[in-house]
């Protein structure tokens, strides 16, 4: 139920491009989501990417802490969302804050991403 594997993750980077060139986007601040709707080979309704700007996060270990924070948020979370679509996506969940943040904000804030997502891609 709550788990994140690897066929979850988005690692292709010709679709994290296309993500960024052509995608759409919601945001609750810190997080913003980019997403797009695809087509891929497996079974998989989501494919997630995490990212934390290098330019406000100089120290790797501050970028890593607050990626394992997103990355749990979205697996904790990320039922509501399974539930209600058929349609398959790629997502790219962006920091955008400037400073350390903690689970129990970031959890706030993913379930009102999530919401926010649901919302936008219902609409199309």
């Known amino acids: 139920m709550f788990t994140y594997n690897k066929k979850e993750k988005l690692k292709s980077k010709k ?21 797009l709707p695809v087509d891929f080979d497996d ?41 209600n679509i058929t349609t398959q996506y790629a997502l790219m969940i962006l920091y955008i804050g400037n400073d350390g943040i903690t689970f129990e904000v970031l959890d706030t804030k993913m379930k009102v991403l999530l919401n926010k997502f649901l919302n936008a891609s219902s609409n199309n």
């Open 15 to 35: 679709l994290i491009e296309q993500l960024f060139a052509e995608g759409q986007s919601v945001s609750a601040y810190p997080l913003k989501l980019i997403y």
């Open 43 to 83: 079974s998989v309704l989501l494919k997630t990417g995490v990212t934390v700007s290098k330019r406000k996060f100089k120290n790797a270990v501050d970028r890593n802490r607050i990626k394992r924070l997103m990355r749990e948020a979205y697996r904790l979370n990320k039922a509501v969302i399974f539930n």
